[in-house]
């Protein structure tokens, strides 16, 4: 990416290859967010797309904590 360049090259001697570090630290999230989503993508057949297959088998929305509307 910055091939003949001092500047850079001392940064990268001084402080690591940022750059690189954070991109191979942005596919590892990615990869693992795929696997945990996985599950979340097939339904058991039969039932709509947007519901889970069972109860609980989903992401559920948490009450917040404090005063509930009446």
């Given amino acids: 990416m910055f091939q003949d360049s001092p ?5 990268v001697a001084e402080h690591g290859d940022i ?3 954070t991109r191979r ?3 590892r999230v990615s ?3 795929e696997y945990v989503m996985r ?3 097939s ?7 947007d519901r889970p297959a069972s ?3 989903g992401w ?3 009450a917040l904590p404090g005063p509930r509307p009446h």
């Fill in 7 to 11: 500047i850079y090259d001392r940064l």
């Fill in 19 to 21: 750059p690189t570090q």
């Fill in 25 to 27: 630290e942005a596919e």
């Fill in 31 to 33: 990869r693992e967010l």
């Fill in 39 to 41: 599950p979340l993508q």
């Fill in 43 to 49: 339904h058991a057949p039969g039932l709509p797309a």
């Fill in 55 to 57: 109860p609980g088998a």
């Fill in 60 to 62: 559920q929305r948490a």
